[in-house]
C-alpha cells in the first residue's frame, strides 16, 4: 500500500500497516464498529473529535460554547442535498434545546456542576466514565456533573474523621465533668447538712463543746472516709480504664496510616491500598456501626478490582466500585503499606 502523505516516513508507515493488519487492531476494530452500530444519535463530525469541533467552534464564537451548541453543530448536516438540516434521529432533540434556551435563558448560564442547559433536557445522568458532547477523556467526577459525588482528598478526609472524633471525645469528657460536678454539689449539701444539725444541738459546757468537736471529727472522720473511698472508687475506675485508654490510643495512632487491605475470604492477597479514616467501634459506614475489630478505611487503588466487599452497601458491591470511598474492613486483614525503597535512598 503506497503512502497517503508524504509527511510520514517509510518507517513510521510500515509501523502503521503491521499495526493495522494485526489481530489486536483488528479485535478492537469490531468492537469499536459493534459500539458504532449501537449508538441510536449518530453525528456528522465524522474523524474529528468532539473536543476539536469545540475547539474550533471557540476559535469561531470568541468564547467556549455551551454543551447544546456543540451538540447542534455535531448533528448538522454540513453537505449533500439536506445540508444545514438536522439528523433526523437528533432533530426532536435539537428543537427541544432550542426551545428551551428561548423559554428558560437563565439556564444557558449554568455551569456543568449547576446543570447546565443540555443536561436540563437531555437528563442529568452521565454514562459511566465520560460525559457526552465532550468526547474522550473527561468524566463525570473530573467535571463534577451534579448526580456525581465530588472526590475528596485523602489528606481532606482523614482531617474531618479526626475533627469529628476529637469533637466526639470532647462532648464526652463534658458530660462527665458535669456528672462530677452533680456529685460535688450533692456532697457540698449532706456536710453542710450535717454540720447544721449538730451546731443547733451544741451545749455551753466545756465537755459538750469537746463532744461537739468529737462529733464534728466523727463526722469529718466519716465524710473523709466517703471521700476516700470515692477517690480510691475513681482511682480504681481509672486504673480499670486505663488498658481500654492505651489500646485505643494505640489505635488511633494509625488513623491516617496508609495499609494494604487483603482477601477477607481465601488465600492472603492483597485487594486494595487505602488509608485508615477511624477506629471508633462507634463509628456508623454504611448506616451501621463499626464494632469490635473493624475499621473505617477509604481505599486509594483497587488491586483486585473484582473482589467482593466484605460488609454490603446500597450501591458498592466490587472493590472497584469503592475507590475513593470510604468503606469497613475487618482490621485483620489490613496491614501497614511502605512504598519499596529506590536503590539511591538505600545507599
Known sequence: MPRCD???SEADWKGLLKYWRSPEFEARSSTAKENRAKS??????????????????????????????????T?????GPNKGQHVPEAAPIISELIRAANVHPDWKEKSLKEGDLFARVVGMKEPRGRVRVLGLG???QDVGTPDTRGKVSTRVLVEMVARREAEH????????????QQ????????????????NLEAPSSQHGSNSRQNSIDEIDGEDGDEEDGEDDNVQRRKFVANPRNCSTQQDESLIGMDVLLYAWTGPETPVAKA?????????????????PGTYEVIVNVAIKRDT??????????YIRDAVTRSIAWPSSKMKPYKPAVSGSSRH
Open 275 to 291: 488509608t485508615v479514616l477511624s477506629v471508633d467501634p462507634d463509628t456508623t459506614v454504611g448506616g451501621e456501626p463499626l464494632g
Open 169 to 180: 471525645r470532647m462532648s464526652t469528657l463534658e458530660e462527665q465533668m458535669q456528672q462530677m
Open 40 to 73: 441510536t444519535v449518530p453525528h456528522t463530525a465524522g474523524s474529528k473529535s468532539h473536543a476539536r469541533v469545540t475547539q474550533e467552534m471557540a476559535d469561531e464564537l470568541g468564547y467556549a460554547p455551551r454543551r447544546d451548541e456543540v451538540f447542534i453543530r
Open 138 to 140: 473527561p468524566t463525570p
Open 75 to 79: 448533528h448538522t448536516l454540513k453537505k
Open 6 to 8: 508524504d509527511r510520514i
Open 183 to 198: 456529685q460535688m454539689n450533692k456532697m457540698q449539701e449532706i456536710m453542710a447538712a450535717s454540720q447544721g444539725g449538730h
Open 308 to 317: 467482593i466487599l466484605p460488609y454490603q452497601y446500597e450501591d458498592l458491591l
